[in-house]
């Protein structure tokens, strides 16, 4: 490799060391080429990506980044596998390995947090985002649940009775008195003959 192509690898793989979410770094150790070919494509397929460089180049890079504790893990034949988030290229690398078991899992770092095996098999098994999106939509469209309520007819009581108030009957309208007209009768009767003798007594009392 010249010069100038291992400067601009360099150059390539500090920006990567720079800005990407997760870097994860792995024995390689005899895979055939085809395997690391199968290697490329999956991380590619989810979103991440795959290099092959030498220790010392990539040790380079990573002076001034925050990944730069990672530098002793680049000993013998290395692998880095990084993606933007944090999730995808530990899961690819982890389900890679477990059929591979020449591919080996040395660490990694996620910014200037420093991985080991078991961390980096530990992000393996949280949702990637798409299944996050996918969780998140299918909750969004969910219709909610019907609510059931009942509703039934409530009975009003009297204050301090526990049995219902009975209910207003329409009160009667006094019927008139009505009077006995034969009654009448004879007490006129009696006047007008009280009043007849007393007139002719008057009468006869003259002089």
């Known amino acids: 490799m010249e ?4 400067r601009e690898l360099v150059g390539t793989l500090n920006e990567v060391f720079k800005n990407t979410g997760v870097v994860v770094v792995a024995h390689y150790q005899g895979l055939t080429v085809a395997q690391l070919q199968t290697l490329r494509g999956q991380m590619r397929a989810a979103g991440g990506s795959v290099k092959v460089a030498k220790n010392r180049l990539v040790k380079l890079a990573l002076q001034g980044t925050d990944a730069e504790h990672i530098s002793d893990l680049f000993t013998g034949p290395t692998v880095i596998a990084y993606s933007a988030d944090p999730v995808t290229a530990p899961k690819v690398a982890s389900d890679f390995a477990k059929t591979n078991d020449k591919f080996v899992i040395l660490g990694g770092a996620m910014g200037a947090t420093n991985l080991s095996p078991d961390g980096v098999k530990a992000l ?3 949702p990637s985002l798409d299944e996050l999106r996918g969780k998140l939509v299918g909750m969004i469209q969910r219709p909610p649940p019907a609510s059931r309520v009942s509703f ?6 009297s204050p301090g009775c526990s049995e219902p108030m009975p209910r207003r009957t329409k009160r009667r309208e006094a019927v008139p008195r009505k009077h006995n007209c034969s009654s009448l009768v004879r007490t006129d009767r009696r006047k007008s003959e009280k009043w007849l003798i007393l007139a002719s007594w008057s009468t006869s009392c003259r002089p």
């Open 152 to 157: 039934r007819p409530r009975r009003v009581s």
């Open 124 to 126: 393996a098994t949280l």
């Open 3 to 6: 010069r100038a192509e291992k």
